[in-house]
């Protein structure tokens, strides 16, 4: 077990949406920054704007338009999904980059950065992704990051304003690494249908 206590664990973020002038992106240039801090953690930051999504039907082999994102996922020990909240809901682009692929998230971890001009911070858009992922396989931590109000969390430029938001981090990079631990070990360890053990 003191392998997986000391291992590095690859936990890429997705930015969920593609809109001109989204205050969602400073979140996740933050939120990287913090997450390059800490040793045991290598991430890098997807966006959704640099999908070229097609406009028929995906079938099985869409994935491999995608071999960056493809590869990324089947790398990656957990996800971390920024999202802002549009009328209740996520944006469709990030729907449509999630369903890339399904059997690459299965026993992995995600969790949820809500974004919202308003008060709930995301709220209900984690709730309804929620769903969402569960149906994908992932396993999402209960320690959501919320930014409410967005348009006054960072200035101008993406530098944060409320340095609470440092320890919020924290508490939520820390369940993170905890679940992307405890299920990198079951897959390794534990036989599943759905993923082979590592060979001996």
Same mark, same amino acid.
């Given at each position: 077990?003191?392998?997986?206590?000391?291992?590095?664990?690859? *936990?890429?973020?997705?930015?969920?949406?593609?809109?001109?002038? #989204?205050?969602? !992106?400073?979140?996740?240039? $933050?939120?990287?920054?913090?997450?390059?801090? #800490?040793?045991?953690?290598?991430?890098? /930051?997807?966006?959704?704007?640099?999908? /070229?999504?097609?406009?028929?039907?995906?079938?099985?082999?869409?994935?491999?338009?995608?071999?960056? $994102?493809?590869?990324?996922?089947? &790398?990656?020990?957990?996800?971390?999904?920024?999202?802002?909240?549009?009328?209740?809901?996520?944006?469709?682009? @990030?729907?449509? !980059?999630?369903? *890339? @692929? @399904?059997?690459?998230?299965?026993?992995?971890?995600?969790?949820? %950065? +809500?974004?919202?001009? +308003?008060? $709930?911070?995301?709220?209900?858009?984690?709730?309804?992704? %929620?769903?969402?992922? &569960?149906?994908?396989?992932?396993?999402?931590?209960?320690?959501?990051?919320?930014?409410?109000? /967005?348009?006054?969390?960072?200035?101008?430029?993406?530098?944060?304003?409320?340095?609470?938001?440092?320890? #919020?981090?924290?508490?939520?990079?820390?369940?993170?690494? $905890?679940?992307?631990?405890?299920?990198?070990?079951?897959?390794?360890? *534990?036989?599943?249908?759905?993923?082979?053990?590592?060979?001996?």
């Amino acid at each position: 077990m003191k392998n997986y206590l000391e291992s590095k664990l690859f *936990l890429p973020i997705i930015l969920g949406t593609n809109r001109k002038d #989204r205050k969602s !992106v400073f979140a996740a240039k $933050w939120l990287l920054e913090e997450m390059e801090k #800490r040793s045991e953690i290598e991430t890098r /930051v997807f966006d959704a704007r640099d999908f /070229v999504l097609p406009q028929e039907g995906y079938g099985t082999a869409i994935k491999d338009q995608f071999p960056e $994102w493809r590869d990324a996922v089947i &790398r990656a020990d957990g996800l971390v999904v920024v999202s802002p909240e549009y009328n209740h809901g996520y944006p469709g682009i @990030l729907k449509s !980059v999630l369903d *890339l @692929l @399904l059997k690459e998230y299965i026993h992995k971890s995600v969790a949820f %950065v +809500g974004v919202s001009a +308003g008060p $709930w911070g995301g709220t209900r858009v984690i709730e309804a992704m %929620v769903q969402m992922v &569960r149906e994908l396989g992932l396993s999402a931590t209960f320690t959501d990051l919320n930014f409410p109000s /967005v348009q006054d969390k960072f200035d101008q430029h993406g530098a944060l304003l409320d340095q609470a938001y440092t320890r #919020r981090a924290g508490d939520f990079l820390d369940e993170l690494i $905890w679940m992307s631990r405890v299920l990198k070990w079951g897959r390794e360890n *534990l036989p599943s249908k759905y993923h082979e053990l590592p060979a001996e």
